[in-house]
Each structure stands twice: as structure tokens, then as C-alpha cells.
């Protein structure tokens, strides 16, 4: 499995993935996903992909060459955010179109999904999460992040600590954290962890890590995240039986 | 959908429900899936119950009527937690095969778990999954606690904070919080929230509970987990790009 996010906060951008890829516990493999494509200066434009591995390398593998053959219509042409996720989701069906039935025979799971997030000149960041199908949708202010992949183990995090307003430098750490608590509770996601934060209006590429297993700093944040939520978790109020109790909830019996 | 856990640890057991099943967003209701079937003084027998609503309560339904015409196998009479999860996986079984062919016709799954845990007079308190398949697993010390249902959302607190070790009121608190952090991700998991705690060789239960979405308790708890992870959140130390940035680590560009 993967697990990627992106985040939209106020002043910027957030994106990070884990790098395993499975196909069953004897084919474990790292791969990166998550890719840069950013023309500094004029564009930032980050992806995060999931799913079957053939189908997202052919959709990036498409997405490069016809920025090498300086086709019309590619990743460093078009004028929006919006724009690129639609080239996307076509680049998407088309992989699909051409793969899926051959999948399909020996019950191979085609399905796929990307993250898109970036800013181009004269327009705001965004944050798109483009389907198999080709369809698409967006982050918003009231949903500043999208999840893909095994997304479930790190949303509790999200939802507790994360807004639109959170400064993006601590949404950098939620991130981390978010897939930190995912590797922790799921073997078919792991490290490096690759981490890119923009900030917004600055088409520049300033803040990019990637944590392997053993980076100090992710030891540090795993071990302090630990004692801090057992010794929150420690402070929780005792359990007040006799008032429950007394309420007369029904029994429980048969 | 549903999230129930067991946790056995060394001075108890703790079972937990949540009590919303659906159908479709269009038919959200609230049913009980926790289940006390102890005897006072000669076992300790609780049960939770997740997937398909009509197949766990035919179960139930069915271990019921086996008391009730005190037939010689019945879960009073049986001597052990391993031969009851091995009579309620046949029942199991036979449920399956009477009602499988037909859900099958319409595409509905028929798929349930089901959480026993318990105590017999003359052995130690035990905790098992049993499957659809009418087969089951046990906890251990190594892995004391079992959860059915939408388990991924509050499985990061219980891999963070519980041991075979943990006392078993914080066992019970930690049981609350994961059920509510699941609650908060995930709406097809809702109040009221079902809660035993038995403690090893007594016999009796003598603390239950039933928590509404507006007990104090639970709002209590709510907050105070919330104000403290974010205080943990804001306590984690910055990001050290420019380290991460100096090792060399591969760009993330095309």
C-alpha cells in the first residue's frame, strides 16, 4: 500500500509520502511518489500518487515526455491548477483504457489516484486528488487536506490538530506525524518518507526532506509523540461507573 | 459500518461497542452490539458483534434459544472459551449457509465478525475473533486486543498506549478513546457507546456502561484529549530543513 497527503493551509502547501510498494508480503519494493515538476519562478506543481505502480509510472512517464517533445498542451503550458488536473484525468483514463482489460483477466487491481497540488502565477495554491476514473476534486478551506492511499491510521491526527489557518510549518509536522502513526499501525506503509512544503507566492521549491528509517529527526518526533499522548493519556479523568451506572442504561444481559 | 474492541489484559477484560449500523446514508440506525450472556459466580461471557446485522442477530437469536430450551450445548453449559468460540463458529457456519446463496443474488455482503470474551471458573480470562468463516483467533500478551469492524482509525492509540500490563481502568479509558477518535473520522460509527469491564476471577460484573453522545463523561474526555494533543502537537520540535536539505538526499524533480 502507500500512504500521501497533501494539505492546504493560508500560506502554502504541504505534500509528503511514504516510498513502500507491495504486491504481497515476498514483493516488498520502495518507490518514490512523490515528484516534482515545478518551473521556479513561474509554477509549483507537486504529485503524490497511489495505487497500481504501472499505472501511476505510465501517467508520469506520459507527463514527462510530452514535456520533452514540447507538445502544446503539457504540465508546463497550461494555464491553471483546474486545467491540469483535467489533462491529468484524461492522461489517467487513457493509461486505464489501455491496461485495465489485461489486468482485469487475472483480477489485478487497476485502480490508481494522485494527488496534484501546486500554485501558478497569478492564481492561488491548490490542492486537486485525481481518481482512476479521471475525475477529480478539491481541497477547500473547510477540507484543507487529502488523503490517498491507506488513509485511515493517520486521519484521527488530522482531524484533531489540523485548520486552514495552521500555520504551514506546523502542518509540515502534522503531516509527518499523520504518516508516522500510519507506519506504526500498518507494515505495508513505510520510509523514506519524502516531504515538500511551499510556501505560497514564492514559486521556489525552498523546503524538501526526505526521512529514511533511521533519520534522528523522526526518532525524535516518534519517541516525543509517544510520551506525550501516554502522558495525556494518563491525565484522562477516571471513569465515572456509579453515575453511568445509576442513569439506568439497559441492561446488557440477554 | 461498526468498530468494537476487546482488550485482555493481566487483571481483566474490557469489551466495547459503538451502535450504529447503516445501510446506506439514507438508513442510519442504532442497534446494541454488545452482548452480557454471564452467570453470576460460574462465567463471564460477553460478545460484540459487527457486519451484517441480520446474520449476527440470527446468531444471537440462535445461542439464545439453545439457553432457553436448555439444550445440552449451550453457552452455560459449555466447560471452556475455546469450545464456545468453536460452537458459536458453527453456528456461525450454519447461518452462513442458509442465508449466504441469497444476499449473494442481490450483491449484499453477508460477512461478520464476531468478539468473545470471557471467563470460565477454573481458567484465565480469554478474548477471540470469530470470522464468518466460523473459524477464530485469540488475543495474547503479545497482541491483547482484538477489534472488529472500522478498526483502522482507532487502532494508532491502542498500538501507542496499551500493553498486556496496562491496568485495567486505563485499559477501559483507552477503549473509550479509541472508539472515539473513530467516531470523530468516521460518521458510520456513532453513539451510544456500549462499555464492560470485567475484572479476572470475579465473577460478576460489576462495572458497564452506556455512554450517549452528550454524557458528560464523554464530552469530557473528548476535549481534554484534544487540548492535549495539541499542546503535544505544539511541543514538537521544528523541522531541521536544512539538514535534511545537506544530506544529499534525492530531488524529488523530474
Known amino acids: 500500500m502507500t500512504y ?13 509520502a511514504d516510498s513502500r510498494t507491495n504486491a504481497g508480503v515476498d514483493y516488498i519494493s520502495t518507490y518514490r511518489k512523490l515528484f516534482d515538476f515545478s518551473i521556479e519562478g513561474d509554477r509549483a506543481l507537486f504529485f503524490c500518487t497511489s495505487g497500481n505502480l504501472s499505472v ?18 503539457n504540465l508546463h503550458t497550461l494555464p491553471s491548477l483546474y486545467e491540469i488536473a483535467r489533462y491529468v484525468g484524461g492522461i489517467m483514463r487513457h493509461v486505464q483504457d489501455e491496461n485495465r482489460p489485461w489486468l482485469e483477466k487475472d483480477g489485478i487491481d487497476s485502480q490508481s489516484t494522485i494527488l496534484l497540488g501546486g500554485q501558478i502565477r497569478g492564481t492561488a495554491p491548490e490542492l486537486f486528488m485525481i481518481y482512476s476514473q479521471g475525475n477529480f476534486i478539491q481541497a477547500s478551506k473547510e477540507k484543507p487536506f ?9 486521519k484521527p491526527i488530522l482531524d484533531r490538530v489540523l485548520s486552514f489557518h495552521t500555520p504551514i510549518e506546523a502542518a509540515a509536522k ?13 507494515i505495508s506503509v513505510g520510509p523514506p518518507i519524502n516531504l515538500v512544503m511551499y510556501e ?18 523522526l526518532t525524535q518526533i516518534r519517541k516525543q509523540w509517544e510520551r506525550c499522548l501516554n502522558e495525556a493519556f494518563e491525565q484522562m479523568p477516571n471513569i465515572d461507573w456509579e453515575h453511568y451506572l445509576s442513569r439506568g442504561s439497559e441492561p446488557l444481559n440477554l
Open 4 to 16: 500521501c497527503l497533501g494539505i492546504l493551509t493560508q500560506t502554502g502547501l504541504v505534500m509528503a
Open 56 to 73: 501511476t509510472q505510465s501517467v508520469l512517464a506520459l507527463m514527462r515526455q510530452a514535456i520533452a517533445a514540447k507538445s502544446d498542451i
Open 146 to 154: 487529502l488523503q490517498i492511499g491507506e488513509a485511515k491510521y493517520g
Open 174 to 186: 502534522c503531516a509527518l506525524l499523520s504518516i508516522d502513526s500510519t507506519m506504526i499501525s500498518n
Open 200 to 217: 505560497a507566492d514564492s514559486f521556489k521549491v525552498r523546503h524538501q526532506l526526505c526521512l529514511n528509517i533511521d533519520a534522528p529527526y
